[in-house]
């Protein structure tokens, strides 16, 4: 059974850490291309990190560049995002998305609840 099971997610203050993890089960995380999305209440689901199958390359959205860093462990098949110097307006919920190279396998999880707050 495929499964993609985020974690990490919780309540932080302006200024604090935060880091997602995404768990996949009954496929080979590492053969996919792995991204973190977000979407906050009314607006649309957004892009916030993308990693390549490998994890040699990475990309961000402008407005996570600097505090965000997405990383792999294909032998855990896990994805991470560190999320650092949070803001409130990084306050969301976090998907993780995972596509093969023909972009024929689309795995997305449940989502994880991330609050910036005092």
């Known amino acids: 059974q495929v499964q993609v099971v985020e974690s990490g997610g919780g309540l932080v203050q302006p200024g604090g850490s935060l880091r997602l993890s995404c768990a996949a089960s009954?496929?080979?995380?590492?053969?996919?291309?792995a991204s973190w999305y977000r979407q906050a209440p009314g607006k649309e689901r957004d892009l916030v990190a993308v990693?390549?199958?490998?994890?040699?390359?990475?990309a961000y959205g402008d407005s996570v560049k600097g505090r965000f860093t997405i990383s792999r462990d294909n032998f855990k098949n896990t994805v991470y995002l560190q999320m650092n110097s949070l803001k409130p307006e990084d306050t969301a919920v976090y998907y993780c998305?995972?596509?093969?190279?023909?972009?024929?396998?689309?795995?997305w999880g449940q989502g994880t609840q991330v609050t910036v707050s005092s």
């Open positions: 998305n995972a596509r093969d190279s023909w972009n024929i396998h689309i795995y």
């Open positions: 009954g496929f080979n995380l590492g053969t996919y291309r």
């Open positions: 990693i390549s199958s490998t994890g040699g390359t990475t």
